[in-house]
């Protein structure tokens, strides 16, 4: 089966560039998208097909996608954006998560 | 807007059958652009995609769970359900409904889940 594969944390500082990769098998190929899941919340759409962002997401959230990787970049990261991102995609008509990465907003 | 409300009991016993409903509200679940899921999230862990379902009543079930899922679609009430059956302690986990926009495009499906509910936790203990 597919797997979609994140670092488990990921830290940064208030101002600078966050970025969470998602890895897998010819990714590139596929459409990726992106959840943010603040503690004790749903997940929230913030990125689908690998770039575009839902209205009411900041300009600061982007993506990208490309070979065996897809990336979430996080721009000026606030205190507000530290929560857990999740990827996924669709292959072989299952749809298939990412295990999550917890971002730090030190 | 649309809104997405998940209904059902939050303690079930081992090996019963998990009912849970969904009901969608601010549009219809007739639309054919869009597919309906369900995902869950045991306490500390990741997301799990259960399975989702057309209004048309085509269905996409995670092949680890397949065995033990139902997914139904009732377009007369704007609500798709979920049953779960042989539960065990493992299946305790925060149960989303969430509307998906599914399509194939330019060789690849395009998939996605927006909004989703607010979350119902299930509990499997005796």
């Known amino acids: 089966s597919y797997e979609l594969t994140q670092p488990p944390s990921v830290s940064v500082s208030p101002g600078q560039t966050a970025s969470i990769t998602c890895s897998g098998d010819?990714?590139?190929?596929?459409?990726a998208c992106w959840y943010q899941q603040r503690p004790g919340q749903s997940p929230v759409l913030v990125i689908y097909?690998?770039?575009r962002r839902p209205s009411g997401i900041p300009e600061r959230f982007s993506g990208s996608n490309s070979g065996n990787t897809a990336t979430l970049t996080i721009s000026g990261t606030q205190a507000l954006d530290e929560a857990d991102y999740y990827c996924?995609?669709?292959?072989?008509?299952?749809?298939?998560f990412g295990g999550g990465t917890k971002l730090t907003v030190l | 807007q649309l809104q997405l409300q998940e209904s059902g009991p939050g303690l079930v016993k081992p090996s019963e059958t998990l009912s849970l409903t969904c009901t969608v509200s601010?549009?219809?679940?007739?639309?054919?652009?869009?597919?309906w899921g369900w995902i869950r999230q045991p306490p500390g862990k990741g997301l799990e995609w259960i399975g989702s379902?057309?209004?048309?009543?085509?269905?996409y079930y995670n092949p680890s769970l397949k065995s033990r899922v139902t997914i139904s679609v009732d377009t007369s009430k704007n609500q798709f359900s979920l049953k779960l059956n042989s539960l065990t302690a493992a299946d305790t986990a925060v149960y989303y409904c969430?509307?998906?926009?599914?399509?194939?495009?330019?060789?690849?499906?395009?998939?996605?889940?927006?909004?989703w509910g607010q979350g119902t936790l299930v509990t499997v203990s005796s």
């Open positions: 969430a509307r998906q926009t599914h399509y194939f495009d330019n060789s690849a499906y395009n998939s996605w889940f927006d909004p």
């Open positions: 601010g549009g219809s679940i007739s639309s054919s652009n869009y597919y």
């Open positions: 379902i057309h209004y048309s009543g085509n269905t």
């Open positions: 010819k990714l590139g190929f596929k459409y």
């Open positions: 097909q690998d770039k």
């Open positions: 996924q995609a669709w292959d072989s008509s299952t749809v298939v």
